[in-house]
């Protein structure tokens, strides 16, 4: 018994003294998250639109690149947090210059990417009553909606909305905000930028 104790003492003594020879190595994961590829503009571009820089920023899920207001909070969301908000949407860019109410509210932010499965014809009451013109978005023709509408709170906001089907999807490509000219410009900017 007594030899049990001691052996069981010098066992102990010496995983303590391993133990405290060993240091914690670090981790390397197995799996590399995928992450948004953002580099500042050069030359100022960005500086006539109010002083707001921008940064590139690639969805390399729906293969399309644009210039994002640099220091405004936005998100990526993607089908399976959609999914029980809207199934038929596999696809949100969400950019505002304010912090993002997420996506159970009405507003979503004041610059919005949606790409979905629907028919562009799904979106038609959504645009009704504004004024409608020929475009072109990454080279893709498209429809642009121009217009003012009243939100949920009453107040009045400016609206314009690209609208282009490309490679089976529907692209939405919203300005949701108050009438202010800077945020019209900054929007015209990331639309300008939109390429594949």
Same mark, same amino acid.
């Given at each position: 018994?007594?030899?049990?104790?001691?052996?069981?003492?010098?066992?102990?003594?010496?995983?303590?003294?391993?133990?405290?020879?060993?240091?914690?190595?670090?981790?390397?994961?197995?799996?590399?998250?995928?992450?948004?590829?953002? #580099?500042?503009? *050069? !030359?100022?571009?960005?500086?006539?639109? @109010? $002083?707001?820089?921008?940064?590139?920023?690639?969805? %390399?899920?729906?293969?399309?690149?644009?210039?994002?207001?640099?220091?405004?909070?936005?998100?990526?969301?993607?089908?399976?947090?959609?999914?029980?908000?809207?199934?038929?949407?596999?696809?949100?860019?969400?950019?505002?210059?304010?912090?993002?109410?997420?996506?159970?509210?009405?507003?979503?932010?004041?610059?919005?990417?949606?790409?979905?499965?629907?028919?562009?014809?799904?979106?038609?009451?959504?645009?009704?009553?504004?004024?409608?013109?020929? #475009?072109?978005? *990454? !080279?893709?023709?498209?429809?642009?909606? @121009? $217009?003012?509408?009243?939100?949920?709170?009453?107040? %009045?906001?400016?609206?314009?909305?690209?609208?282009?089907?490309?490679?089976?999807?529907?692209?939405?490509?919203?300005?949701?905000?108050?009438?202010?000219?800077?945020?019209?410009?900054?929007?015209?900017?990331?639309?300008?930028?939109?390429?594949?």
């Amino acid at each position: 018994m007594k030899n049990n104790l001691y052996l069981l003492a010098f066992v102990a003594a010496a995983l303590i003294l391993v133990g405290s020879k060993c240091s914690p190595s670090p981790v390397t994961p197995t799996k590399t998250l995928p992450r948004a590829e953002e #580099s500042v503009t *050069g !030359q100022g571009e960005g500086d006539d639109l @109010v $002083g707001v820089k921008f940064v590139a920023y690639t969805n %390399k899920a729906q293969g399309y690149s644009i210039l994002r207001p640099d220091n405004w909070y936005w998100r990526h969301y993607i089908a399976n947090e959609i999914k029980d908000m809207n199934p038929m949407v596999v696809d949100y860019f969400i950019t505002d210059s304010n912090p993002l109410p997420g996506l159970g509210s009405e507003y979503l932010g004041k610059i919005v990417i949606e790409v979905s499965q629907l028919d562009l014809s799904q979106y038609a009451k959504p645009v009704s009553g504004l004024v409608m013109s020929d #475009s072109f978005v *990454g !080279q893709v023709a498209a429809k642009r909606f @121009v $217009g003012e509408r009243v939100n949920q709170s009453g107040e %009045k906001q400016k609206v314009v909305e690209y609208q282009f089907s490309y490679k089976e999807k529907s692209y939405r490509l919203i300005l949701n905000s108050g009438a202010s000219m800077d945020d019209q410009a900054i929007f015209e900017q990331v639309v300008s930028s939109f390429k594949f």
